[in-house]
Structure formats: structure tokens, C-alpha cells
């Protein structure tokens, strides 16, 4: 499978056990004009339950996805439905207060319910099943933060304990019980919901990428318009949406392990460890763990953490490539682990205030929305995300309208973490501004390696591939400019401005950016820097590509 054709099925070189078990949801793509009452973008879990939601309203739906169903992030998953959400809530409670903290745990208790109840009616065999969720102390941690997590989730209306032995461990490690959680399987669910919304007279398209959206429709790569009332914009990162929204989020990369554990050793549960506050006391990264079943023998321990801002792994001194070993080293630890048999990662846009961004896209026009800012709960924010879109599309009141409305700006609310995050993408794009970095020789980049290489100071980025062939895309992120970065585990080309992410032959991955990068052939670098030279006699020949290269 060349990667053109893997960014149809999944965003980046690895494949999650998701996409491992289920066969591709592709339909046929979109080539003619249609005119409905709403247009989606995006089939993850999010388009695809607004979708859903909306037909079932009595809407007309069309939705369009660029590669195939679950090829963006809700295949590349845990896939842990929860009210115990990956943020404390004595911190939603300091951000939202006590009666909005409250709302928000029953938004996603309704969520899980709804994933539950939809299976059962549309007879969507997704593997749903209501399990426990433990979130235990990490050694680095305090036990107060448990203490004031079991009273601020209790007040916020969850049932939860304090437990003295977590199932599955050994070690005895202070730890909280949360009720009514779930799992399922995300690639079974989604192509289900597919079933569903084709049965109600939907229309889904794949393989069909929307290059213009405004508040007309969509109009296509190829050039076919989709006229709508309503447009709604679910790529994970709004594709839409320049500036505003991606001040409000930050993008992380995050890691995941499927190891092999005998039947029966572990319970079906989730887990969850409360970070490493050595690392980083406002977001300390934290592990997630989960259970599938993978065959007679064996089940599988899903295993997740290790996160980092996209695009500076080796800033925070550890590659990409190298984080599924020291998750590998901390699950065994904690659970009888045997051979590693799955890795893959992706991606998680953290939002400022802990809470998703669902609703019209601020600053636009006002038949146009968006659903982004997952938190890692992107199940139920992508599941809320569906029934909220529906109701605002529809003109109905809904008492969660404020507190996912993307126009809120929670400013003080935001940790230092955040801002150093974001003033670190800002750093990244004026570095690259003036930034005058080693050249590097192309003859001497090696296969698997990618590198920013400069020509006449314009900055291209090259890549080798595992057959031995360059390939060279212009170094400059579609979306605002920020110079992209070599990711060798996932074969990606990465923005550390706002997650960005392109394929080693420059389709574009993930959004903001929505164009492609421009492909040069050697050739053409060449070419085009002699005729650039031609024109300005006084630039000096410092370097060409030609002599760059030793082949
Ligand atoms: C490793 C990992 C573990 C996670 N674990 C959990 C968990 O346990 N629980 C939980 O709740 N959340 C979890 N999350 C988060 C959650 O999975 C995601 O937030 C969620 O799946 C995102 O769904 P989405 O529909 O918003 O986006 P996506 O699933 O990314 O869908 C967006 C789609 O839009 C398409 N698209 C983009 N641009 C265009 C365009 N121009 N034209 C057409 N189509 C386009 C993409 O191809 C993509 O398929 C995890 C995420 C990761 C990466
Ligand atoms: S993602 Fe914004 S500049 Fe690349």
C-alpha cells in the first residue's frame, strides 16, 4: 500500500488494531452537484453521528470524508466512553462552577448512554460494553488530588468510590472507582451508524476531499458543489477555521501499545494512572489502559499515553519512534504483560478549558459549525457533538449551547502549560522565518529519514523512502507557513504550529491546513533555482541541488 492510498484508510504508517479488524468503509465519490439541507465534512465519529442525529430530525444530510470512514483519529482510538474525563473535575469546577460542572458530566453520561441505546436499536454488534473505570494516584501525584476528584465528581452528580484494591493490579495504589463507563469497538460502531444513516436516505461520500467551504456548501477537490442550509465541519481540526480556533487548542501526539495477556488474567475494565508530575505539573502526562479480545488464548491490553506536543518529540527529548518502548516499560509494571502486538499513535487537540468546541464557527457566518477540541474524550465530545449540532441546526433550545460554544473564550482559566505550548508554535513559525538552519546534503540523507534541506535559502523538505527514492515537498505548512518536521515513526511530515500533518508525498493528514504541499521533482528544485538565479544574476550560487546530491 503506497502512502497516497494509506491516508485514505489511516493518518500515518501504523495501523491501529481498529483498522486491523474491519474492512474499509469506502463508498464512491462524490461527481456531481447535489443540493441538500446539511453538508458534513468529515466521517469520524463526530460527522458521522451528527449525520445520524440529523436525519433522524427529518434533515436532509450529504457528508463527504476525504479518505475513508474512521481514517482520521476516531480510528486510531482507544475507544474508552467515559464520564471520567481525562481533565479533574475540581478543575471543570474551577473553570465552569459547580451547576456547569454538573451539566457536563451528565453530557457525557447521556453520550455513553446514547452510543448504548444506538447500538441496541440500529443492531450495531460494536462489542459495547458497560465496564468500571479506575483512575489510580501515580507515585508523583499527591493523594489529595483523589480526594478532591471523589468530591467534586460526586458533586457533579457520578458515582464514584474511594477502593482499596484496583482489579487487574496487585499493587495495592489509592485509587477511585467510576461507575457506568464503557467501552466498544469504534470501526464497528462507525460503520453501523453508516449502515443506519444510508438506510434513512443519507448520502456519504469518500475518496472526496473539500477543498471550499463557506456558507453556499462545499464545493470538491474535483470540483463539484454540494449547496446546503447548513454546513458542518467535523475534521477533528476545523479545516475552516484560520486563526480563531487554533488559539484555543493545542495539538499532542500521543502513543499507543496493544500487548498480548493470557484470557482471564485481567478483568475488562479501564484504567487510568494521574500523571507524571515530574514531567509537567499542569498537564502531567498520564497512561490509559483499556482490554479487547484478540483471540482463544489471548486478550489484548491496550495501553496509552506517552504525549508530547506535535512536531517537538526530540525537543522533549524523546523521538516519536521511541515512546511505545517506555510504554511497554510501564505496563508491565502494572499487568502481566506478554508480547507487544500491536503500536500506532495519533492525535489530540487540547483545548484551553478542558471542554470541546461544538457549535457555529465564530466569526463566520451563521449557518456554518464546527466540532473540535476533543480533550482525549473525543468519543463522547464527538457523540455530544451530534445530538448538540442537531438541535442548534434545528432551532432548539439546549442548556449545553453555552458551554461548548466555540466563541468562548476562557482566557484566565488556561494553564502556563497551554501558553508555553502555543508561544512555542509561535516561536516555531518566526523561527523559521529567520532562521538560517545547518543545511544538510540530500546524498546524505539516509532511507527512512526525512530533513529539511535548503536550496538558495528556500527551505525544501526531503524524504527517503524504504525503496530508496527522494522525494522532496516544499517545506512550508499549507495552513500559515511554520516549517514542517520529519516524523520517522508514523512517516508523517508534522506542524509543531498547530498539528498540521502531510504524507511523505505532501497530502495533506490533518487540518488546520487543508492544500496539499507543493511535490518537486529534483529536477524541478533545480530548475527552478536556475531560473531564479537567471533572473537575479546578483544572488550568489551558494548551494544547488545538483551538487548537493552524490547520486
Ligand atoms: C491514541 C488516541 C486515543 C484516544 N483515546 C480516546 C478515548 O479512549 N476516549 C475518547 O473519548 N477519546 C479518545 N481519543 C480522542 C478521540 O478518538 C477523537 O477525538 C475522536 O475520534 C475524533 O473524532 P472526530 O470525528 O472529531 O475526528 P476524526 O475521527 O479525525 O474525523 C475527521 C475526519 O475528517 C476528514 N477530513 C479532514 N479534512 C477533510 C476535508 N477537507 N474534506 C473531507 N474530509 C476531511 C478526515 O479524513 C477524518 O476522517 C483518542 C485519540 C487518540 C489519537
Ligand atoms: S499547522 Fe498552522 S502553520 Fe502549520
Known sequence: MDNTQKGKITSGSHLSYWLETTSPIAYSAL?????????IVGGGISGVTTAYCLLKSGKKVVLIEDGNIGSGETGRTTA???????????????????????????????????????????????????????????????????????????????????????????????????????????????KGMCEAILKMGGEIYTNTHAAKIDETGVETESGFKVVADHVVVATNSPVNNKYVMHLK????????????????????????DTGDYSVNTEIPPYHYVRLASLNDTHDLLICGGEDHPTGIAPEKKINEEDRYSLLEYWAKKLFPIEEVVYQWSGQVLEPMDSMAFIGKNPA???????????????????????????????????????IYDPSRFKIFSAGKTFFKELAGGMLAY?????????????GKILVGEGKIIEV??????????????????????THLGCIIKWNKDEKSWDCPCHGSRFTHEGKVLNGPANTDLEYYSKDRVIKDRR???????????KRSAENQDEE
Not at 500521543?254 to 475488562?268: E, F, L
Not at 518566526?430 to 540530500?442: M, T
Open 456 to 477: 538558495d535559502k528556500e527551505k525544501f523538505a526531503a524524504h527517503r523512502d524504504e525503496s530508496g527514492v527522494l522525494h522532496i515537498l516544499g517545506a512550508e505548512c
Open 80 to 190: 474508552h466512553c467515559v464520564t471520567a474525563l481525562d481533565d479533574r473535575y475540581y478543575e471543570i469546577e474551577r473553570v465552569f462552577g459547580e451547576k456547569k460542572a454538573a451539566l457536563i458530566a451528565s453530557s457525557h453520561k447521556a453520550a455513553i448512554d446514547f452510543i448504548e441505546q444506538t447500538s441496541l436499536k440500529e443492531n450495531i454488534d460494536c462489542e459495547f460494553e458497560r465496564v468500571s473505570g479506575y483512575l489510580f494516584l501515580h507515585p508523583t501525584d499527591k493523594h489529595d488530588s483523589l480526594s478532591k476528584e471523589l468530591k467534586a465528581a460526586q458533586k457533579a452528580g457520578l458515582n464514584i468510590e474511594e477502593i482499596e484494591l484496583m482489579p487487574g493490579v496487585t499493587d495495592k495504589i489509592p485509587c477511585l472507582k467510576f461507575h457506568g463507563q464503557a467501552q466498544f469497538h469504534p470501526m464497528k460502531y462507525l
Open 531 to 541: 531560473k531564479q538565479q537567471r533572473s537575479n544574476p546578483a544572488t550568489k550560487k
Open 430 to 442: 518566526y523561527k523559521n522565518k529567520s532562521d538560517e538552519s545547518k543545511p544538510v546534503e540530500i
Open 364 to 402: 463566520d457566518k451563521k449557518n456554518i459549525y464546527i466540532a473540535t477540541g476533543d480533550s482525549g474524550n473525543g468519543i463522547t465530545h464527538g457523540t455530544i457533538a451530534g445530538t448538540l449540532l442537531t438541535d442548534l441546526i434545528n432551532g432548539k433550545e439546549n442548556e449545553l449551547k453555552n
Open 31 to 39: 461527481e456531481k452537484d447535489l443540493k441538500t439541507d446539511v453538508v
Open 249 to 272: 487548542q493545542y495539538p499532542y501526539r500521543t502513543y499507543v501499545i496493544g500487548a498480548k495477556v493470557k484470557k482471564g488474567s485481567v478483568p475488562k475494565a479501564l484504567w487510568w
